[in-house]
DNA sequence: TTTTAAATATGACAGTTATCATATTTAATT
DNA sequence: AATTAAATATGATAACTGTCATATTTAAAA
């Protein structure tokens, strides 16, 4: 009765995704509930229906995990390769593209740095994404250089995004890619990141 | 008249000090003109006696360079060798006392998430410290590598302050501080960074 | 001690914020 | 077509924001 079946679910993950394109763009504070629930094709009413609260919504946003569903592609193409999966995600993760659409990009580029100012579980959320992602960049080398790796990433995103010199942004990038895949134990091949 | 010779500026001084404790805190947004000139021990009243707008104050904040001035007090304790000076730039960078203690540390590791939302002339600022940092760090080697090594030691410090987890947290700041150093090619010798 | 201009404080503004109570809309069921 | 409970919209609140006009305080100079 009233509305059909699924909508509200569908409304609800309306909201995250806005939530999360809007925040992964401009900061949690630099978007209200009310530009989010816009953002969703909504007003501010219905949101308390959904969430408790703003900060609830933000520790849903947080379960996004870019790389894990990169991977899930990559197997589907027949890429298998360990190896190779690690050239695809750090061949994305540093390109300009990345660098020029944070709402499609990594939480940690555009996130990390605020989130020692929130609440315990969000932070957790992100955690989770750092442990598992530079386990996963390290597990190869069995040498205890994942976290590093990642570090490089994270960094070089932010500097590049932050830079107003595209000439040094492509710079910071171009390095970065290099010295990551050096490494993690990687050469010189280049299988695409699908889309 | 009025106010001893050098009050205003002296004020103004104690104005950019707190502003950039607490920006390097809580970020741009997270500290109102209010809560500055509390910080600096005033009211907001007199702010814009001193300051055109809060961007304005921002922009000044940013001129903060921990390098140089590190750099100096190394100097004047008589160390004078550049990988000398490097090594502990890098370790007092990829420490955990930087680490706990953003409102003393430097800008990148709090603020180069968030410049891209901001003005042009609070970029630039930034981006010159990015510029002579990174120029500085790979200017040893001649191989291009300063910005990859600055984007992990700033990468390394969001994420080390990110991570809920103490051990986390500690491990990327040390596999950091071994893999900087391995970089821009560095072995193991260590002075300490001046007080 | 009085005067005075410079420096800071008080009070107020319009706009935004997270949140919620209440009203309205929706379409499956009757 | 009428009913109805679920889903969304409207309107409002108190707190906070950047900014500024006006009032008050300061201590050097008279």
Redesign the pocket.
């Known amino acids: ?4 079946e699924g ?2 679910e569908r ?1 609800r993950t309306r909201i995250v995704d806005a939530a999360r394109r809007l925040w992964k763009t401009k900061g949690y504070g630099g978007a ?4 989010v ?1 816009e953002e969703a094709g ?9 969430f408790k ?3 609830d919504l933000f520790e849903e946003v947080l379960l996004e995990n870019k790389v894990r569903d990169g991977l899930e592609l990559l197997k589907e193409k027949g890429i298998t390769d360990t190896k190779a999966q690690m050239n695809a995600v750090i061949d994305w993760y540093l390109d300009e593209n990345h660098r020029d659409h944070p709402e499609e990009g990594c939480v940690l580029t555009t996130l990390s740095q605020e989130m020692s100012r929130h609440r315990v579980k969000p932070r957790q959320r992100l955690s989770a994404l750092v442990t598992r992602f530079g386990q996963w960049l390290g597990g190869e080398t069995k040498q205890d250089k994942g976290y590093a790796a990642l570090a490089m990433m994270v960094g070089a995103v932010s500097l590049a995004r932050a830079h107003e010199n595209p000439e040094v942004s492509a710079e910071i990038l171009k390095q970065a890619k290099k010295e990551v895949k050096q490494l993690i134990g990687l050469s010189g091949n280049n299988p695409t990141w699908p889309d």
């Open positions: 009765m009233g509305y059909p909508h509200k409304t209200s509930v009310d530009k629930m909504l007003t501010r009413g219905g949101f308390y229906a959904h609260s703003k900060e």
